[in-house]
């Protein structure tokens, strides 16, 4: 009788406990700006297209908003669906740190993502960026110790927030290519929000 009226009472907090919210307090956007190959230096294996994307992260509410990532290697914070990922870029310096976005303002990143071997059939995709905190990266899951298993169950407990599709089949004839100093990715945050 207790244990029925113990379930009872746990089957009821349950029933009353708020839903997660979907979060929709950062808007995501991105864009293609731009394209380079990517030699590869096997003669079987044909040069990557890299394409160079601008995410704008965006605070949708009506006080500053902070998100943390690391200065150089930002890209930590994002995942994508449909690309290969971001391809590699030198850091002098890479800390943890957590800026704020005021309100109804955006923190724009640019960086490139592999998405395609010259040649292959382009592909869709989405960039994610996760909200995490200075805590997720301080356990393993960021460090040495680093297991699939840990990094799923982390991502299920974190907001996503995704953009835009992009089309992977960009034509390069008519997309600036970038190159020298405006390969490597950068951040912003631009005084207007605009």
Known sequence: MILLACLMLVLQAIAQAPEKAVADDLAVTAEIIGHSYKPVKSSGIKPQLILYVRLNVRNQTSSPREITFYSCGWDASWIQKGAAGFDAWGCNKNYLGTLPIPAGQSIVFYGPVRVRRDGDEPTRFALGFVDFTETDFGSKIFHK????????KLLKT?????????????DPATTPEITGSARYPDYSLPETGK
């Open 145 to 152: 110790k680093f297991k699939k298993k840990r990094w799923d």
């Open 158 to 170: 974190k907001a996503v927030y995704w953009s835009n599709e992009l089309d992977g089949g960009i």
